[in-house]
């Protein structure tokens, strides 16, 4: 016994030091970019910043936000996030209850069809003529529809449902004349917040930092979103472009402002969705 614990112990340990180890490799980057991102830009072009703000100022910040592209930008990620997560989380919430279902007529059949697409892409050039055909290339469905469905997180929102909802409280809510809808409403989504806060989690992330679809089907300014604009934005500033005349010594610092402009967002949202994350997960990777 007195082994087992010291064996547990010195593993302990070296978990304690691998996360250390990871975690500074994760977050002393991001110190070094906010830390630019508030200094002087020729504290920046001179390579004198590290951890903490050198001339601390607010310069960068205020020349990226004079953009209306930037703010524009913003709007239309916000826009493109909220009504494709909402859309996301409807079909792949429907879709996974109806796989769970018992009485589903041809179960094998859907399953396969949900599996094999997983595997099998019919590719970029099927993909555009199908969105150019359904006429959304320059429109805001061009950026949300592609994509909007994740078959893998259908395949674990389905194993979540069946491993933690036992059939049996379905079944007697439909003796009790409960239609489908009203126990995917009133029973299995109140019982999955862990698992809807995790592909929420996922789906904000992704349509934020949505960019290739604006390569792809969007060439309409004013439909850009954030990632597009920021990429175009430090694009033009290299070249002395921005805000009618900008410099070398002052690109280097917008760089930094933008790349936290991106990211804070998510940073940021992160935390209150955390308490769910790790038992969505992990209960949804357990079959019951």
Known sequence: MV??????????????????????????????????????PSAVNAGRVGLLP?????VSYQTVFQEDAIIRGFLNT??????????????????AYALTRKDLKFKKFWNLFFIIPMFVSGGLIPTYLVVNALGMINTIWAMIIPGVVNLFNIII???????TIPWEMQESAMIDGATNWKIFLKIVLPLCKPIIAVM???AIIGFWNAYFNSLIYITDDSLFPL?????RFLISNDSGTIGGGGSEIMA?????????????????????????FEK?????????
């Open 227 to 231: 990632q597009r604009v920021l990429q």
């Open 200 to 202: 929420a989690l996922y």
């Open 280 to 288: 969505g997960l992990m209960v949804g990777s357990v079959k019951g």
């Open 3 to 40: 082994e087992n614990k010291g064996s547990d112990r010195i593993f302990n340990w070296g978990i304690i030091l691998l996360a250390f180890i990871f975690a500074t490799i994760t977050i002393l980057p991001l110190l070094h970019v906010l830390a630019s991102s508030f200094s002087s």
């Open 54 to 58: 050198i001339d601390f100022t607010f």
């Open 78 to 95: 916000i826009m493109y996030t909220v009504i494709g997560t909402i859309i996301q989380l409807t079909l792949q919430f429907t879709a």
């Open 157 to 163: 929102i389905r194993t979540y449902i069946k491993s």
């Open 252 to 276: 280097q610092s917008l760089k930094y402002s933008t790349i936290v402009i991106a990211s804070a967002p998510m940073l940021f949202l992160y935390p209150f969705f955390q308490r769910f």
